[in-house]
């Protein structure tokens, strides 16, 4: 069956860099996603990583997929207290389904 | 409007009332999604819609739970009987699928439901 799985809770302190972990079940993912959920806010896209890519940088943020662990991370350079936000990891099984993790809610100290 | 947009954002109701909940997803989309995010399940599938297939109900969690979505547009997630356990942030998203596309699923704010 489908199902990822992620870390519940991380704290850095301002200027670290963040690491947040994801592991999932389905071999068959096309695309996978980091999504970003601030306080009351909705969740709105972060990143995404093609299932033949291995890495994918954007700015401060930098993706590894490890397709062979089925193992996903996002890391988050020089973590400011703005980036406090639950981030949430997903993965686009066969079709249009998209399923997600329970979140890692990011905590960062100034 | 430009983004997803749901209704009510909330609603308090008595234990055992039936809810209906609405989205309206972004002009063009064909898929729909409805996802539930409560404290310690995290985000989790209920069902999604693309244009004209057979709906994926797979994530639906009991058969209080249906939705429908109208001329490929509007959806509604009804729940009857509402249980304590179904309060809840109901999450709506759409997205277009086409060829090549990331597949990105733009999301509303969600409802809030409460069960007394």
């Known amino acids: 069956g489908e199902d990822v799985e992620q870390s519940l809770f991380l704290s850095v302190r301002e200027g670290d860099s963040s690491v947040i972990n994801c592991t999932y079940t389905?071999?068959?993912?096309?695309?996978l996603y980091w999504y970003k959920q601030e306080p009351g806010a909705g969740l709105q896209l972060l990143t995404y990583?093609?299932?033949?890519?291995d890495m994918k940088q954007d700015q401060r943020l930098t993706v590894l997929l490890n397709k062979k662990d089925k193992h996903l991370s996002l890391r988050i350079a020089d973590t400011q207290t703005g980036d406090s936000a639950i981030y949430f990891c997903a993965e686009r099984t066969g079709g249009f389904k998209t399923i997600f993790g329970a979140g890692t809610r990011l905590f960062v100290k100034a | 409007g430009a983004g997803v947009s749901q209704s009510p954002s909330n609603k308090v109701t008595e234990k055992g009332k039936d809810v209906e909940l609405r989205c309206d997803p972004i002009?063009?989309?064909?898929?729909l999604y409805w996802y539930r995010q409560s404290l310690g399940q995290g985000l989790e599938f209920l069902i999604y819609f693309q244009g004209n297939s057979a709906p994926d109900k797979s994530g639906l969690p009991s058969d209080r739970f249906s939705a429908e979505r109208t001329g490929g547009s509007v959806s509604t997630l009804t729940i009857q009987r509402t249980q304590q356990e179904d309060s809840a942030v109901y999450l709506c998203?759409?997205?277009?699928?086409?060829?090549?596309?990331?597949?990105?699923?733009?999301f509303g704010e969600g409802s809030r439901l409460t069960v007394l």
């Open positions: 389905d071999s068959s993912s096309t695309y």
């Open positions: 990583i093609f299932s033949n890519m």
């Open positions: 002009s063009g989309h064909t898929a």
């Open positions: 998203a759409s997205s277009f699928f086409q060829g090549g596309d990331t597949g990105e699923l733009f």
